[in-house]
């Protein structure tokens, strides 16, 4: 499958599924849209996303984020966006797809409460949604280096915990 047919497709099977089967940002007040501490907020975009967004909304921006991979694109965001044009990043959050199913993205300790709890605490059909974005995502070679990056940086987080 092409870079952009995956990430469409990816993006899809996310389309009209959730985290938990409730509304989870009623809890958080939407953490994981709000900016942090600095200001900053957003989301790294997949391979083939970035010009899904070449009309970009007042209050959004990319630029480029060395901070997982070289060459990275980070949307920024003013923390709302009509759910149809959420990035994948933000369809699969707080979950990452591995090659063989799903995990909790370390990244999300920072502001998400669902990370207590686990895969176990998770919309079962958001779990399943994510492994068959993986399976979709990882038939890509770009895709696969991608997710493969950002595994290895969650790997250099499991430093900085107690
Ligand atoms: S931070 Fe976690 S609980 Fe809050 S809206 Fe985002 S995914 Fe849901
Ligand atoms: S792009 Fe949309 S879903 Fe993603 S963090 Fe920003 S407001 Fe939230």
Not at 104 to 127: I, Q, T, Y
Not at 137 to 161: R, S, T, V
Request: contains cysteine; hydrophobic residues 40%; glycine residues 8%.
């Amino acid at each position: 499958m092409e870079v952009l047919e995956a990430v469409l497709e990816a993006r899809r099977l996310l389309e009209c599924v959730t985290p938990l089967k409730t509304d989870c940002g009623r809890a958080c007040g939407g953490a994981c849209c709000q900016p942090d501490e600095d200001g900053q907020g957003g989301m790294l975009l997949f391979p083939g996303e970035e010009p899904l967004y070449a009309d970009l909304p007042e209050g959004f921006s990319i630029r480029e984020d060395d901070a997982v991979l070289p060459g990275a694109k980070l949307l920024t965001c003013d923390g709302f966006c009509a759910r149809e044009n959420r990035p994948l990043s933000c369809r699969l959050f707080p979950l990452l797809p591995t090659k063989t199913g799903a995990k909790m993205d370390r990244r999300a300790w920072a502001v998400c409460p669902l990370m207590e709890s686990g895969k176990r605490g998770l919309n079962p059909a958001f779990v399943e949604a994510v492994k068959e974005a993986g399976q979709v995502l990882y038939a890509c070679p770009e895709h696969a280096a991608f997710l493969d990056a950002i595994h290895a940086y969650n790997e250099q987080l499991k430093k900085f915990e107690l």
